[in-house]
C-alpha cells in the first residue's frame, strides 16, 4: 500500500502547531509554538490574545515543519485541522489555513476532534490496541471513552463540571503559583506530604467526574488559613490534592474497566503528563493485568502529531470536509 502522509494542523487553544505523520503512526516533523509566556502574565489564556497570535505565527510554523521534513505540500496527501472544541478565534486560524492549503493545493480536507487527537497521541508511539478505555483528562475534559475500533468513540462517564485540568489551575492561582497550575502542582506534589484533609469528589458508584466541590475546598481552607493567619504549605496542599484527584481517576477507570471487562487503557490529554496520576495508574494496572498506556510528555499536551495521527484513520474511513468547514467551540465526539 502507499504510504500516506498527513500535514495535521492544530490551534484550538494557545499551541500553534503543525506536523507530517506517516501512515498514522509514524511521525516526520512536528513544530509547536507556545504562547504559554504571554498568557501567564494575565494567570490564563486570553482568547483575544490567543487567535492574534496564532495568526501571526502559523505560517512560519507551517514553513519550519515543512523545512523540517524536507517536504513540501506536494508530498503531502490530505490536510487534517482540528474543527472543535476549543476557542472559536483559535480554531478559525487553524481551520482557514486548512481551507486555503486543501483549496490551493487540491487537497482532502479531513476534520478532526479535539479529543479524538488527544485518543490517537498515544498511536504515534505503539498502535492502539481494541477494545480500550481512553481516560480524556485535559484543560476543556474529563471523560472516560470507550472504543471497540477506530473512529468508534462511546462516552461513558464524563466531568459534570469542572475539567481537571481546569481544577489543577484553578487550584494553582488559588496557592499562588504561576499558570498553568497543573505541571507546578506535579511537581510541588513530589515535595510534599499529604496533610490537608480533602473530600473525594463524587464518591458514588456512576463514571461520571466532579472536581469543582474539590476546587471550592481548597479555595475555602486557603480563605480559612490566610484569616487565622497562617501561610499555607504549598507543598503540602499540592500532595492532598493531587492524592484526591488520583483516587478519583483511578477508582472510576478501573470500575469501568472491570465492568466493560476491557483490559486495555490508555490516558490522554495534558493532565495525562501528570507524573503522580501516570505512575498511580502503572501500579494499579500492573495489579489489575491491564496493557496500560500513555503518551509520552510532549505529545500529551496540545500537539499537532496527535491530529495528523487521528487524521489519518479518518482519512482511511473516508471522512471529509469541504471549503464550508465551519469550527465549533462544543462539539460531540464522534
Ligand atoms: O490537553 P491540553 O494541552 O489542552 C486542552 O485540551 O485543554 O491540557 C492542558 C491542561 C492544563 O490544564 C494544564 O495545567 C494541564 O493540562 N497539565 C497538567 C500537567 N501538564 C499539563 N496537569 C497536571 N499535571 C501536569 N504535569
Ligand atoms: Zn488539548
Given amino acids: 500500500m502507499k504510504d500516506i502522509y498527513i500535514l495535521g494542523i492544530e490551534s484550538s487553544c494557545d499551541?500553534?502547531?503543525?506536523?507530517?505523520?506517516?501512515?498514522?503512526?509514524?511521525?516526520?516533523?512536528?513544530?509547536?509554538?507556545?504562547?504559554?509566556?504571554?498568557?501567564?502574565?494575565?494567570?490564563?489564556?486570553?482568547?483575544?490574545?490567543a487567535s492574534r497570535a496564532h495568526i501571526?505565527?502559523?505560517?512560519?510554523?507551517?514553513?519550519?515543519?515543512?523545512t523540517k521534513a524536507h517536504m513540501t505540500i506536494d508530498n503531502i496527501d490530505a490536510i487534517a485541522v482540528t474543527y472543535g472544541p476549543g476557542l472559536i478565534g483559535s480554531l478559525l486560524v487553524g481551520v482557514?489555513?486548512?481551507?486555503?492549503?486543501?483549496?490551493?493545493?487540491?487537497?482532502?480536507?479531513i476534520p478532526v476532534h479535539h479529543i479524538s487527537g488527544h485518543i490517537y497521541a498515544n498511536n504515534l508511539e505503539k498502535r492502539l490496541n481494541f477494545p480500550l478505555i481512553a481516560l480524556v483528562i485535559s484543560g476543556g475534559h474529563t471523560e472516560l471513552i470507550y472504543m471497540d475500533k477506530d473512529y468508534s468513540f462511546k462516552k461513558i462517564?464524563?466531568?459534570?463540571?469542572?475539567?481537571?485540568?481546569?481544577?489543577?489551575?484553578?487550584?494553582?492561582?488559588?496557592?499562588?503559583?504561576?499558570?498553568?497550575?497543573?505541571?507546578?502542582?506535579?511537581?510541588?506534589?513530589?515535595?510534599?506530604?499529604?496533610?490537608?484533609?480533602?473530600?473525594?469528589?463524587l464518591n458514588d458508584g456512576t463514571y461520571n467526574f466532579s472536581f469543582s466541590g474539590l476546587k471550592s475546598a481548597v479555595i475555602?481552607?486557603?480563605?480559612?488559613?490566610?484569616?487565622?493567619?497562617?501561610?499555607?504549605?504549598q507543598e503540602d496542599l499540592a500532595k492532598s490534592f493531587q492524592d484526591v484527584v488520583i483516587e478519583s481517576l483511578t477508582t472510576k477507570t478501573m470500575k469501568a474497566l472491570k465492568e466493560y471487562k476491557v483490559?486495555?487503557?490508555?490516558?490522554?490529554?495534558?493532565?495525562?503528563?501528570?507524573?503522580?496520576?501516570?505512575?498511580?495508574?502503572?501500579?494499579?494496572?500492573?495489579?489489575?493485568n491491564i496493557n496500560y498506556?500513555?503518551?509520552?510528555?510532549?505529545?500529551?499536551?496540545?500537539?499537532?502529531?496527535?491530529?495528523?495521527?487521528?487524521?489519518?484513520?479518518?482519512?482511511?474511513?473516508?471522512?471529509?470536509?469541504?471549503?464550508?468547514?465551519?469550527?465549533?467551540?462544543?462539539?460531540?465526539?464522534?
Fill in 96 to 109: 482557514e489555513c486548512a481551507k486555503t492549503l486543501a483549496f490551493l493545493y487540491q487537497k482532502p480536507l
Fill in 263 to 288: 483490559s486495555n487503557l490508555i490516558l490522554a490529554g495534558g493532565v495525562a503528563a501528570n507524573k503522580g496520576i501516570r505512575s498511580k495508574f502503572q501500579q494499579v494496572c500492573e495489579e489489575n
Fill in 157 to 201: 462517564g464524563a466531568t459534570l463540571d469542572d475539567a481537571v485540568g481546569e481544577c489543577y489551575d484553578k487550584v494553582g492561582r488559588v496557592i499562588g503559583v504561576e499558570y498553568p497550575g497543573g505541571p507546578v502542582l506535579d511537581k510541588l506534589a513530589t515535595l510534599g506530604k499529604h496533610t490537608y484533609n480533602l473530600p473525594i469528589p
Fill in 15 to 49: 499551541e500553534t502547531s503543525f506536523s507530517i505523520v506517516k501512515n498514522g503512526v509514524e511521525e516526520i516533523a512536528t513544530v509547536i509554538s507556545s504562547q504559554i509566556d504571554i498568557h501567564k502574565l494575565y494567570g490564563g489564556v486570553v482568547p483575544e490574545i
Fill in 56 to 66: 501571526r505565527n502559523i505560517t512560519f510554523v507551517l514553513e519550519e515543519c515543512l
Fill in 220 to 233: 475555602n481552607l486557603a480563605n480559612q488559613e490566610e484569616k487565622r493567619g497562617h501561610k499555607i504549605n
Fill in 293 to 334: 498506556t500513555f503518551p509520552s510528555i510532549k505529545y500529551s499536551t496540545d500537539n499537532a502529531a496527535m491530529i495528523a495521527s487521528s487524521g489519518y484513520y479518518a482519512y482511511l474511513l473516508g471522512r471529509r470536509a469541504d471549503l464550508t468547514l465551519n469550527p465549533t467551540s462544543s462539539c460531540e465526539l464522534k
